[in-house]
Nanobody, 123 residues
Framework: QVQLVESGGGLVQAGGSLRLSCAAS????????MGWFRQAPGKEREFVAA????????YYADSLKGRFTISRDNAKNTVYLQMNSLKPEDTAVYYC????????????????WGQGTQVTVSS
């Protein structure tokens, strides 16, 4: 089993940047593909980005390509989400998730979840 803890959320003005981190413990993170999802108030949780176990493949929600970047440092058991040019509509709770084998874009395919970190973008 793996435990995930997100950090790095906060309040930022539109146009600003944040970098979220997801630290894994319990088992070696390199055994897992990782994903980021988000849930805005009153909306369903949606896919943001995913990365393969070694980091060689990345996947993004079409609407976020070019602004968000997912990366990982397996030596630190940490996955990152760099968010640039933030917009008020990016306001949400951001979750990281882990699954064995290949990266996926559907939340139902992930086995482990963090508690989430709040990102608020003011206009």
């Amino acid at each position: 089993q793996v435990q995930l803890v997100e950090s790095g959320g906060g309040l930022v003005q539109a146009g600003g940047s944040l970098r979220l981190s997801c630290a894994a413990s319990g088992r070696t993170q390199s055994n897992y593909a990782m994903g980021w999802f988000r849930q805005a108030p009153g909306k369903e949780r949606e896919f943001v980005a995913a990365i393969s176990r070694r980091g060689g493949s990345t996947y993004y929600a079409d609407s976020l390509k070019g602004r968000f970047t997912i990366s990982r440092d397996n030596a630190k058991n940490t996955v990152y989400l760099q968010m640039n040019s933030l917009k008020p509509e990016d306001t949400a709770v951001y979750y990281c998730a882990a699954r064995s084998l290949m990266a996926a874009t559907s939340e139902g395919e992930y086995d482990y979840w963090g508690q989430g970190t709040q990102v608020t973008v003011s206009s």
